[in-house]
């Protein structure tokens, strides 16, 4: 059987447009896809945070702006394509983690993610994947969350929009590889970022935002749909979710201590 995606064998002719590279995965894989030969295009609201990551690198581009504007998306693209000369693989990771029981619900704070982490997401794709099909080639990249699997402890709000994403790019995938597009699905565990440095838990295999990356490069260069890491850590909780509902609630209490 044949790779879900065309396996990206080499970088040195690929233009990527990274969204969310201000800080953690985002400016970790820009800067790791920029040493492996791509032209990157970084992007987040933050445009001298963005000057700095990518602070001397001669194929680097900034375009700064906020993704929760559906009006900043077609000229932020204009820009990424003026500057790349075309886009061969969107990856969109900006996000937002609220911690959250579900006795603690903030109402803001879940419309603020969802608008984020999901609807930013649809804004988006209104624009990028037409001029893709359009060509008839290219890909994206939608960033998610082992959280996603089943529900876990604080991730209340989190974790309901990664879960979000994670069937919005299934059905990416069923679409659009038909019209030969790829589509990749990445789902992290724990990686050390701002986002993750606000948990007070023990974090079950904790990666450096450059593990990350790394992880991600390799699954773009496999072909893969879905890339997890770390692998054996997203592999349990993956098979934890198939389990009939009474042990998997067993087994993740039993692990969170809750």
Same mark, same amino acid.
């Given at each position: 059987m044949r790779t879900p995606?065309?396996?990206i064998t080499s970088w040195a002719n690929q233009r990527v447009w990274v969204i969310g590279a201000s800080s953690g995965i985002g400016a $970790? !894989? &820009?800067l790791h896809l920029l040493h492996e030969g791509a032209t990157v295009a970084v992007s987040a609201r933050r445009h001298d945070q963005l000057l700095e990551v990518v602070a001397g690198q001669a194929r680097a581009s900034v375009v700064a702006f906020d993704v929760?504007? $559906? !009006? &900043?998306w077609p000229q932020a693209m204009a820009e990424v394509i003026e500057h790349l000369g075309g886009?061969?693989?969107?990856?969109?990771?900006?996000a937002r983690y609220d911690p959250t029981h579900s006795w603690e619900i903030d109402l803001k704070q879940v419309e603020q993610s969802f608008d984020l982490n999901v609807v930013s997401v649809y804004r988006g794709l209104s624009v990028i994947v037409p001029e893709l099909v359009a060509r008839g080639t290219g890909g994206v990249a939608l960033i998610?969350?082992?959280s996603a699997y089943t529900g876990l402890p604080r991730a209340l709000i989190y974790g309901a929009t990664k879960a979000a994403l994670n069937n919005l790019a299934q059905t990416l995938y069923f679409e659009l590889a038909p019209k030969g597009l790829s589509v990749y699905l990445i789902n992290p565990g724990f990686v050390q970022t701002p986002m993750t440095a606000v948990n007070d838990f023990k974090m079950p295999g904790l990666m450096t935002t450059s593990q990350a990356a790394l992880s991600i490069a390799r699954g773009f260069e496999r072909g893969?749909?879905?890339i997890r890491f770390p692998r054996g850590f997203a592999t349990v909780l993956r098979l934890i979710?198939?389990?009939p509902d009474r042990l998997r609630f067993y087994l993740l209490h039993r692990f969170t201590g809750m």
């Amino acid at each position: 059987m044949r790779t879900p995606n065309r396996p990206i064998t080499s970088w040195a002719n690929q233009r990527v447009w990274v969204i969310g590279a201000s800080s953690g995965i985002g400016a $970790a !894989l &820009a800067l790791h896809l920029l040493h492996e030969g791509a032209t990157v295009a970084v992007s987040a609201r933050r445009h001298d945070q963005l000057l700095e990551v990518v602070a001397g690198q001669a194929r680097a581009s900034v375009v700064a702006f906020d993704v929760t504007d $559906a !009006l &900043a998306w077609p000229q932020a693209m204009a820009e990424v394509i003026e500057h790349l000369g075309g886009i061969d693989l969107v990856v969109m990771g900006a996000a937002r983690y609220d911690p959250t029981h579900s006795w603690e619900i903030d109402l803001k704070q879940v419309e603020q993610s969802f608008d984020l982490n999901v609807v930013s997401v649809y804004r988006g794709l209104s624009v990028i994947v037409p001029e893709l099909v359009a060509r008839g080639t290219g890909g994206v990249a939608l960033i998610g969350s082992i959280s996603a699997y089943t529900g876990l402890p604080r991730a209340l709000i989190y974790g309901a929009t990664k879960a979000a994403l994670n069937n919005l790019a299934q059905t990416l995938y069923f679409e659009l590889a038909p019209k030969g597009l790829s589509v990749y699905l990445i789902n992290p565990g724990f990686v050390q970022t701002p986002m993750t440095a606000v948990n007070d838990f023990k974090m079950p295999g904790l990666m450096t935002t450059s593990q990350a990356a790394l992880s991600i490069a390799r699954g773009f260069e496999r072909g893969l749909f879905e890339i997890r890491f770390p692998r054996g850590f997203a592999t349990v909780l993956r098979l934890i979710s198939y389990l009939p509902d009474r042990l998997r609630f067993y087994l993740l209490h039993r692990f969170t201590g809750m």
